[in-house]
């Protein structure tokens, strides 16, 4: 078995070093096994020194020009060897036990890709209370969160991986798509809960609750319009870290 995890990264100095940092310890769970690992880091057309961090760390580092999460995301995909794929962003740290959880839902043979409950790294009301609110649609509906995401990589492929048309929420179109196709051969798509993925606050703290509900008001009025523009996703693609 090889597991391949694809980091996308723009302009991600400043936590990229963490969190291959926590990959590397996390993925004692899968060498216990055995099992072959390597980490692709996709520096979507950076301009600080995401790919020296990335090659520093022994991460084998592709570049995506256009600036796109789905395409970073695709481009690091394309490039992996792996039976398995696992997405992990720049500002995530998966555990070991969550990785080993991952192991586990790989050989019951009945996975066909899977996401997790997250953490933020920062508490607060608001952001527990939105959280907890987004934990538990994406436990009901089997909604992947884009911060991590593991998928075999054959089926990924088959699907088409993600949509480049879409600038933000691609990672909803993939799991929906992926929960087609899991029901399709007698498969499931599964969020683990038992070892959240702890990710950073900083988009909550750079722009605040007003701009958030601003964006899902956009969404609400016109998804097709604000989905597949970069202007419409503009908390993704304004470059502020």
């Not at 926590?22 to 980490?39: D, Q």
């Not at 929420?169 to 969020?191: H, P, T, V």
């Not at 988009?203 to 202007?231: I, M, N, Q, S």
């Amino acid at each position: 078995m090889k597991i391949s995890i694809v980091v996308p990264a723009f302009n991600e100095e400043k936590l990229l070093p963490a969190t291959l940092c926590s990959i590397r310890a996390a993925s004692e769970a899968f060498t216990s096994r055995g099992w072959e690992i390597e980490t692709i880091v996709c520096d979507n057309n950076s301009t600080d020194h995401t790919t020296a961090i990335a090659q520093a760390a022994e991460a084998r580092v592709v570049f995506e020009p256009i600036n796109q999460i789905a395409r970073a995301r695709n481009t690091g995909a394309a490039a992996a060897t792996g039976d398995w794929i696992i997405f992990v962003d720049a500002d995530s740290h998966p555990s070991r036990e969550l990785f080993v959880d991952v192991a586990e839902a790989i050989l019951t043979g009945r996975c066909l890709a899977g996401g997790v409950i997250v953490r933020l790294d920062q508490w607060s009301f608001g952001l527990w209370f939105f959280t907890s609110l987004w934990n538990m649609i994406s436990r009901a509906k089997k909604w992947c969160a884009g911060s991590f995401i593991f998928v075999d990589a054959g089926a990924f492929r088959a699907i088409g991986g993600f949509s480049h048309e879409l600038f933000a929420s691609e990672e909803l179109d993939l799991s929906q798509r992926l929960n087609k196709l899991a029901k399709q051969r007698g498969k499931r798509l599964l969020i683990l809960h038992r070892h959240p993925l702890v990710t950073s606050a900083r988009k909550a703290h750079l722009y605040g609750y007003r701009a958030h509900l601003k964006f899902l008001l956009r969404v609400a009025r016109g998804p097709r319009r604000t989905l597949r523009t970069r202007e419409g996703c503009d908390i993704w693609y304004d470059g502020r870290r």
